[in-house]
């Protein structure tokens, strides 16, 4: 990793052979390399009035800062010019790598936490402090401090994340629009990420909710979900829990949960079901065991159902065998009616998988961790016969 240029902030941060010293100091320089003397407004008192009187000091004169460097960014974002000017939530994840000297640090850190990170944007330009808004020159030049810019006197980035994986003392958040390599110097929890429990819907039970939107956000991840499609339950006593119709599962927020009645499907909740409610409610009402419910359109999987290829149970491997003979396929009836309903209810109960021909994939299970894993498994098996 190339050296970081042009850090001038007190850091001195020991890091490992291979990363070099990150050395900032508290002093403010000019292009010329001179000690830079500002005008600063002072509260005096006395015979001013405690009228704000013009003051000139050196800024370095004032107390030292020395941050500490606590982890570094991996991105496949190489240049300045290969980060998006807003905020992208398309982009792919990211990893933290965390410093081993702040490990007790980061032990409470979870999968789906909601972080603020702070990152040192090392190659921000320090002397700028105005600038056309997303790098657009025809829009009017702006103070620095209105927009999301690099470059500043103080280049600290702030990115608010969720959590998607950890591997001991590396962490996969997103989104995270850095380049590769940059530091990060804290991590904080992001509290108005939050969805706590008086924001969900009041039959909703919020260990229910957040189970519905973490599934949610990792089956995007990983291209489960695409745009609107798709739909996730879980069973909740007498009620199911439903994602509403019309929500991006990747964005999911306590607004989007619908809640009906099991037994006579009828509407608990302002929010609107699913349109394939009916899928749910069958699985539910035929097999006893379910409690969460996954619906997909994973991609390699209907690309393999079209192309002919048969079943997972030709592919030459041990997992294969295993998860194929978990799944069923079921006649192509037209989505959302009482039709589809019936025929998935039916199947669940002698198989945990049901693909539906020309729609999807439904799997469930005695948690949400098992309805997801199945999907992704039997994605992952699908991509396989799909190369050979």
Sequence with gaps: MRALR??????????????????????M????????RRKVRRLTGGSTGGRFVPATEN????PSMNPSIVGIVRSHLRTREECPKYGDTDLPPVWIEIMPEFEPAATDLQ????VVVLTWMHQGDRSVLRCHPRGNRDLPMRGIFSTRSPDR?????????????????????????VIDGTPVIDIKPDNSADPGREEFPSLVNP??????????????LRGLFAGFNGNISMRQGSRVVITATGSAKGHLSPRDLAVVDLESGNALSSAQASSELSVHLEIYRNQPAAQ???HTHPPKLIALSLRGKGSLLQLPLYEGQVFAAKLTRIPSEIPGTPELGESAGQAARYFQAVFMDDHGLVCWGGSMTQ????????????AIALAR
């Design 371 to 382: 309805a997801l894993g199945l999907s992704e498994e039997l994605e992952s098996l699908a």
């Design 292 to 294: 969460a419910i996954v």
């Design 59 to 62: 800024i370095h004169q004032g």
């Design 6 to 27: 042009g850090l001038r902030f007190g850091i001195s941060q020991a890091l490992p052979p291979a990363m070099p010293q990150y050395k900032l100091r508290s002093e």
């Design 153 to 177: 006197p103080t280049p600290i980035g702030m990115h608010n994340v969720r959590i998607t994986g950890r591997e001991g003392l590396r962490l996969q958040v997103h989104p995270l629009e």
């Design 207 to 220: 260990d229910t909710g957040r189970a519905i939107i973490e599934a949610g956000r990792d089956g995007w």
């Design 111 to 114: 999968i789906g936490d909601a």
């Design 29 to 36: 320089h000019d292009a010329a390399g001179r000690p830079v």
